[in-house]
């Protein structure tokens, strides 16, 4: 149980176009997702945290205007990235957690590999 | 803000002797819960072992342990018997208990791990 599918899992695209990522979770409801990012060879940053029905908190320094999050059902949350440049090339992993309290398990996405040409 | 530090980005151990990942941390918080987190070349995220901070008892599972001190706010990850298999980026993870949606990971740079035959 607790499987959280991200979908593409690979994408590769013009520099200027948006590129939309899904998060779900597919067999329990997810009422808050977080979205992490990930350089080649280094750790995961966290990018935002999103809870369902109300507006996704960003970390700071992660421009709200070009990562876009909407978290508007309990098994789905998406990222859009706006006007996509090279240097937003990345690797994306969201994760998903139940329940209310912040005793419950995040449960990790297989990630997104951006690249913008 | 919390922060967390690995000092050994490569580690490198014979198959079925016992290596020690280091770990650190630093936060104000009294509770909290550390996480150690292996990902391999397919960078799906896989949980190892999870520790909540009000707990004295070092969490165990099967061939992983931890040693937890958190005056020193150290938290290592031994593998015993080590295994092809285990071969991967491995990532210390720190999450508050505050709840309210602020309980995004923060993880540590990772460290890589070798596993020699």
């Known amino acids: 149980g607790a499987v959280v599918s991200q979908h593409p899992s690979w994408v590769i695209c013009k520099s200027g176009t948006s590129v939309k990522i899904e998060c779900r979770s597919l067999?329990?409801?997810?009422?808050?997702m977080f979205w992490y990012r990930q350089f080649p060879k280094q750790s995961l940053m966290l990018m935002a945290t999103?809870?369902?029905?109300?507006?996704?908190?960003?970390e700071q320094g992660v421009e709200k205007d070009k990562f876009l999050i909407n978290h508007a059902s309990l098994t789905l949350s998406t990222l859009t990235v706006t006007s996509a440049h090279p240097e937003d090339s990345s690797f994306y992993i969201c994760s998903a957690r139940t329940g209310l309290g912040s005793n419950q398990p995040q449960h990790f996405g297989d990630g997104t590999r951006l690249s913008i040409l | 803000a919390q922060t967390v530090t690995q000092s050994q980005p490569e580690m490198s151990v014979q198959e079925a002797e016992t290596v020690t990942l280091s770990c650190t941390y630093d936060t104000s918080e009294s509770d909290y819960y550390l996480f150690w987190y292996k990902q391999p070349p397919s960078r799906q995220m896989i949980l190892v072992i999870r520790?909540?901070?009000?707990?004295?008892q070092n969490a165990t599972e099967n061939r992983f342990s931890v040693n937890f001190q958190k005056a020193a706010k150290s938290f290592s990850l031994k593998i015993s018997d080590s295994q092809l298999g285990d071969a991967a980026m491995y990532f210390c993870?720190?999450?508050?208990?505050?709840?309210?949606?602020?309980?995004?990971?923060?993880f540590g740079k990772g460290t890589h791990l070798i596993i020699q035959p």
């Open positions: 067999d329990f409801q997810a009422t808050t």
């Open positions: 993870a720190y999450r508050s208990r505050r709840g309210g949606g602020a309980d995004g990971l923060t």
């Open positions: 999103s809870n369902e029905g109300s507006k996704a908190t960003y």
């Open positions: 520790q909540e901070a009000y707990k004295q």
